[in-house]
């Protein structure tokens, strides 16, 4: 009679035994060194004994197939992470990069300011609060020209001032410096040298000297802004 005394027997035991999730090819790997420990019987063994052997036989086979199919299955599984359970960080969105932001005194009015770096473009808003009516300002376009002039361009969005209609693109202009220089421009304004252009890029290249690359200042020039401060970004 069989019993859980004989090596094989415990093998194959000890294998159906084994955790579902554990480790396949560890699975393996014990069974292996398991077969080669036990000591190989001597001829002279009862007539019946071949026959066991042979169910012992299929009985490891069998179990060793199952083991290599389990360890493919095993390779096979997704881990969390990505390839070689390596974890996958998943890129974080691109932080706007400061171009500038304030609040200060220029031209008999008050500016609010702030303007960002986005990819290729640029984000923020400008509010001209002024005598003459308030206007908004959004921004669409930004260039630095080789005197280190900032420029940013943008639609204008609500307005009440005659200086600055709504649907025309205003320029402003603002180099480093103490004090801060800045200039606005209009591309509607009475007596501004801008002409309507297609595209916020082209309204720019017209307040850039082709040849220098510098600014070319408007009706006002650049002119040092009054009380508060401008924080410029890198």
């Not at 294998?15 to 014990?30: C, I, K, M, Y």
């Not at 096979?76 to 932001?101: E, Y």
């Not at 984000?123 to 001209?128: A, E, H, R, S, V």
């Not at 300002?137 to 639609?155: E, F, H, M, S, Y």
Request: net charge negative; proline share 7%.
């Amino acid at each position: 009679m069989t019993t859980e005394r004989d090596p094989q027997t415990r093998l194959v035991l000890s294998w159906l035994r084994e955790d579902l999730h554990e480790n396949a090819d560890r699975v393996l790997v014990n069974a292996l060194d398991e077969v080669d420990a036990t000591p190989q019987r001597r001829s002279g063994w009862p007539a019946w004994r071949p026959n066991q052997m042979n169910l012992y036989a299929k009985l490891l086979a069998g179990a060793a197939g199952v083991l290599v199919v389990a360890f493919v299955g095993y390779q096979l599984l997704p881990r969390s992470g990505g390839p070689g359970g390596q974890s996958t960080i998943a890129p974080s969105p691109t932080t706007p990069a400061l171009i500038a932001r304030g609040t200060f005194n220029f031209v008999e009015g008050e500016i609010e300011l702030i303007a960002s770096r986005a990819g290729d473009g640029v984000t923020g808003t400008m509010t001209m609060s002024h005598t003459t009516g308030n206007f908004t300002v959004d921004w669409k376009c930004t260039r630095t020209t080789q005197d280190g002039v900032i420029l940013l361009a943008g639609d204008v969005t609500e307005s009440a001032s005659p200086y600055a209609p709504k649907g025309e693109r205003e320029v402003l202009a603002l180099k480093r410096g103490t004090p801060v220089l800045a200039g606005l421009d209009n591309e509607g304004r009475e007596g501004s040298g801008l002409t309507r252009a297609a595209t916020c890029e082209e309204l720019l290249e017209q307040v850039i000297d082709p040849a220098t690359h510098s600014y070319v200042a408007g009706p006002l020039g650049l002119e040092p802004i009054g009380a508060g401060s401008v924080e410029f970004g890198p």
